[in-house]
């Protein structure tokens, strides 16, 4: 399966490959997002999710960012169910290609003592909000892809 890529490389930068992992966590119909403050271009909204530390599996990344990010403990489903990359720069300006996994989670418990990014905060969203107001193309996608995966209809069913 091809892995689609998202984003716009600038000229004259350099993208290195960075493995990241993100969260896809349904609570109630909404979706968990954080609002990441930056300094250059107002705040940004992201799916739950980031870099790997060394040695780090994407699944494990995925739990540990969405606690220090949202302050929730997830348990994070075994494969990703989507992959996408993205050209990416940072509000430091550091840029990369971010290669993205994207999980599942389910909501084991709220834990503020786990949220250590001041700059993030948890939203809740409907999903079609969530593709609106994304700011990255791929996190966007893979709500899409997630819903077309999810949804309580087909085309059998409403006899289409």
Same mark, same amino acid.
């Given at each position: 399966? $091809?892995?689609?890529?998202?984003?716009?490389?600038?000229?004259?930068?350099?993208? #290195?490959?960075?493995?990241?992992?993100?969260?896809?966590?349904?609570?109630?119909?909404? /979706?968990? @997002? %954080?609002? %990441?403050? *930056?300094?250059?271009?107002?705040?940004?909204?992201?799916?739950?999710?980031?870099?790997?530390? #060394?040695?780090?599996?994407?699944?494990?990344?995925?739990?540990?960012? @969405?606690?220090? =990010?949202?302050?929730?403990?997830? !348990? %994070?489903?075994?494969?990703?169910?989507? +992959?996408?990359?993205?050209?990416?720069?940072?509000? =430091?300006?550091?840029?990369?290609? !971010?290669?993205?996994?994207?999980? !599942?989670?389910?909501?084991?418990?709220?834990?503020?003592? &786990?949220? %250590?990014?001041?700059?993030?905060?948890?939203? *809740?969203?409907?999903? &079609?909000?969530? /593709?609106?107001?994304?700011?990255?193309?791929?996190?966007?996608?893979?709500?899409?892809? *997630?819903?077309? +995966? !999810?949804? #309580? *209809? $087909? &085309?059998?069913?409403?006899?289409?």
């Amino acid at each position: 399966m $091809s892995v689609p890529q998202f984003g716009h490389r600038e000229d004259g930068r350099d993208y #290195p490959d960075r493995p990241a992992a993100f969260v896809l966590l349904e609570q109630d119909g909404r /979706i968990a @997002c %954080v609002r %990441v403050a *930056w300094r250059r271009g107002g705040p940004k909204l992201d799916l739950p999710g980031g870099g790997l530390d #060394p040695d780090e599996s994407p699944a494990a990344a995925a739990a540990r960012e @969405c606690g220090e =990010e949202a302050g929730l403990r997830v !348990t %994070v489903a075994g494969e990703p169910f989507v +992959r996408a990359d993205h050209y990416f720069v940072n509000d =430091e300006g550091r840029s990369n290609n !971010t290669r993205g996994s994207f999980f !599942t989670a389910r909501l084991e418990a709220e834990a503020p003592e &786990l949220k %250590v990014e001041d700059d993030h905060d948890l939203v *809740w969203l409907e999903p &079609l909000e969530a /593709i609106r107001a994304l700011d990255r193309e791929s996190h966007a996608w893979a709500v899409a892809a *997630w819903l077309r +995966r !999810t949804a #309580p *209809w $087909s &085309l059998a069913a409403s006899g289409g």
